[in-house]
């Protein structure tokens, strides 16, 4: 690949979901959504801008889709309450910053980024961490906000089938893993080379409150690092943390010589899933070459690389 091309990856969540519980209009409007975050990301990458910055863009784009499980959207956790987590880290510098169990700002992939460069910190939770987003001149929004229709019907008919033991989700089942639709992410390779990727989510549904995925913890569902790769994950976050997923794909490309799609394949197929895991994941390396392997029935997702045209995908 020539220098100054780049590439751009997206998803919205793996999940284990039949064609025929998506309508038409539902593919649309979701095609429509993932199309509308590829092109923000794009658009910065097209100008020369930073791979951080398309990560981000595209992001805050899925954020605000009520269709996937971040910011509005987002999961109910057991009492009904939204409870996001978000990070990104700069393949550049391996700079990071993520919250986690935030209620109120907006979006908190800008959150997460403020804590990257206005603090000297990784990682902030809770209240204090949306208190921290105001204080950086974020928006928050009312719980209301987050809340859909469908994500309130989910808890309900997650409620109704429990017999699990409390906030477990039932190991194998990858509709457990996460919902119809799922998390967002983004991994990006610029013009100059740099790498960068992010990931936000609320979670799954009917967790316990306080509960915290791999979304937000480095290495496990968000990392990068120039030279190497820039990964985000999607599946059952509990798998991919005691994997330390998205590390182990750039282990296995630094250590062991793996290009990104085995490596990335190899991680979800292999060591996510011994760990009773299923989901998926999206990767890019050095040269641009993407990489998007997934167990479940979909993984909603969307690509697109410098001189060739845009797509999307839903099943296999
Ligand atoms: N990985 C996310 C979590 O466990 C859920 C998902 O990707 O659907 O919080």
Known sequence: MSTDRY???????ATSIARCEITDSMEAAIRADLAAA?????QVLQRGGAAIDAVVAAVVELENS?????????????????????????????AAGAVAGVRRVRNPILAARAVMERTSHVLLVGAE???????????????????????????????????TPEGRPEE??????????GTVGAVARDRSGNLAAATSTGGLDGKLPGRVGD????????YAHNGVCAVSGTGLGEAYIRAVAAHEVASMMRYAGLNVVEATRRVIEEKVA?????????AVDADGQLAMPFTTDAMYRGWVRSGESAGTGIFR
């Open 215 to 222: 979304s937000p913890l480095i290495g496990s569902g968000t």
């Open 172 to 181: 194998g089942d990858p509709k457990a893993a996460g919902s119809p639709f």
């Open 38 to 42: 590829l092109k923000a990301g794009e």
């Open 274 to 282: 011994e760990l009773g895991g299923s989901g998926g994941a999206i």
């Open 129 to 163: 961490a949306d208190r921290f987003a105001e204080s950086a001149g974020l928006p928050l929004e009312a719980p209301g906000y987050f809340i859909t229709e469908r994500r309130s019907e989910r808890l309900v008919a997650k409620q109704k089938t429990a017999g």
């Open 7 to 13: 590439s751009l990856a997206i998803h919205g969540g």
């Open 66 to 94: 009520p269709w996937f499980n971040a910011g509005r959207g987002s999961a109910l956790n057991r009492d009904g309450i939204c409870e996001m987590d978000a990070a990104l880290m700069d393949g550049r510098t391996r």
